[in-house]
Structures are given as structure tokens and as C-alpha cells.
């Protein structure tokens, strides 16, 4: 077997206030060939500022710790460093947690428990645009899908959205690449980014992750198939 070189590994920076907690986790992907840690740190202002240095693909984010908390240093890093995806791990399940990671902008939110295997499967899942969501935290989405007030299911959407780009939704929604999507509608890869970006326009949602659960709430795919 090939060893991944240098560029085709999967960037990692992970953020956590206890230094025990940071070389577990990099001791943990560092086992994997296809994974390189590229920093470890404390707060998210540090985050932020070893983002523009080490260029990582995922940031592997505790939310509550001082100073910047992950919740705030999520929405930054989406908003200045949108090409970042942000894996959130913690200890944290409780409802207006997750909720707020996934408003600010984070591509999946894992509890610290996770199996060695599912944290790098989720790790590598996370950098070729699949959304994680730690089953024991599922429901929390489904609790708030249910409970908003919206039109009947795809009325809205189905308005806003050609054909076409409802069925790039579907399969965006179910955590597929956009190679993948390509491969599935037969479609090239340019076509379907642009396709991607008039559908984030459209809905008026800032990632894919938004634009997922969204998908979910108007009813155009199931929990069970993201």
C-alpha cells in the first residue's frame, strides 16, 4: 500500500483547554498514515490564530473554554476560513449546546466517548464534506426540526430550488462529496459546486451542514440517511 504523502493527508488542528486531552487525541490520529496534526491548542483565539499558519482541513473543537469558547471561535473560523471544517468533540450533550455549534457553522458534533475508530472515520468523513452527528445527540436536531414552524414539507424549497439542484440537495443533505454527487447525477464537478453555491444562496444558509438540516426539517431526506 501507497503511504499518503505530505499533501494528501488530512490537516488537523485540534483545540481543547486540558493538554492531556489534546495528546490523547493527536496520539489517537497520529496512528493513522492518512492524518497529520498540525497544532495543538488551548483557546480559540490560539485556534484562530495557528488556523492562518497551519492551514489545517479540520479543527477538532472542545466548546466550553476560556476566553474564546468553541462555540465563538466555530463562527469565526467558518466565517474568516470558510474552506475549514470545524468536528466538534466534547462533553457536552446538552441541547442548546449542540444547537449552537451547528448554528455557528460546525460540520458535526461528537461526544468525547466516541470509539477510536469512529473519531478518525469521522475526522476523515468531516474533510471530504460529510456531515457526524453523535447519535445520543441526534434527537436534540429531530426535537428542534419537529418544533419550528414551517410550510408543508417542500412546498418552500421546492419553490426556491430547480429539480436539479433539489437532487444535489438530497445527496448533499446524505453527507456526499461533491465528487461523490458528480459521480451519482453524472454531472462534473464544476457543475455541481456551482449548483452547491446556488443552493446555499438560495436558502440563505452559510455551509453545507445548515444547508443539511434544513433538507431534514422540509422533510426531502430522513435522520437515518445522514
Known amino acids: 500500500m501507497t503511504e499518503p504523502t505530505a499533501e494528501s493527508r488530512i490537516r488537523v488542528l485540534i483545540c481543547d483547554d486540558q493538554w492531556i486531552v489534546c495528546e490523547g487525541l493527536e496520539a489517537i490520529l497520529t496512528t493513522d498514515p492518512g492524518i497529520e496534526v498540525v497544532a495543538t491548542v488551548q483557546d480559540g483565539v490560539d485556534a484562530l490564530e495557528q488556523i492562518a499558519q497551519t492551514e489545517p482541513d479540520v479543527v477538532l473543537m472542545d466548546l466550553k473554554m476560556p476566553g474564546m469558547n468553541g462555540i465563538q471561535a466555530t463562527h469565526e473560523i467558518r466565517t474568516r476560513y ?26 458535526g458534533y461528537l461526544l468525547k466517548g466516541t470509539p477510536r475508530e469512529a473519531l478518525i472515520q469521522a475526522v476523515k468523513g468531516t474533510a471530504a464534506g460529510h ?23 417542500r412546498t418552500s424549497i421546492a419553490e426556491l430550488l430547480s429539480e436539479r439542484e433539489m437532487d444535489v440537495l438530497r445527496l448533499l443533505a446524505r453527507g456526499l462529496s461533491n465528487a461523490e454527487i458528480s459521480n451519482r447525477l453524472y454531472l ?10 446556488s443552493i ?21 431526506v430522513s435522520l437515518s440517511e445522514l
Do not use: C, F, M
Open 82 to 107: 470558510p474552506k475549514v471544517k470545524v468536528l466538534v468533540l466534547t462533553t457536552y450533550g446538552a441541547d442548546e449546546w449542540v444547537l449552537d455549534a451547528i448554528r455557528s457553522g460546525a460540520a
Open 131 to 153: 456531515t457526524h452527528i453523535d447519535p445520543s445527540v441526534a434527537g436534540t436536531l429531530v426535537t428542534e426540526i419537529v418544533q419550528q414552524t414551517v410550510p408543508p414539507a
Open 188 to 197: 462534473s464537478q464544476g457543475t455541481v459546486r456551482n449548483y452547491v453555491s
Open 200 to 220: 446555499l444562496s438560495k436558502l440563505q444558509v452559510a455551509d453545507r451542514t445548515q444547508a443539511a438540516v434544513l433538507a431534514l426539517r422540509y422533510g426531502l
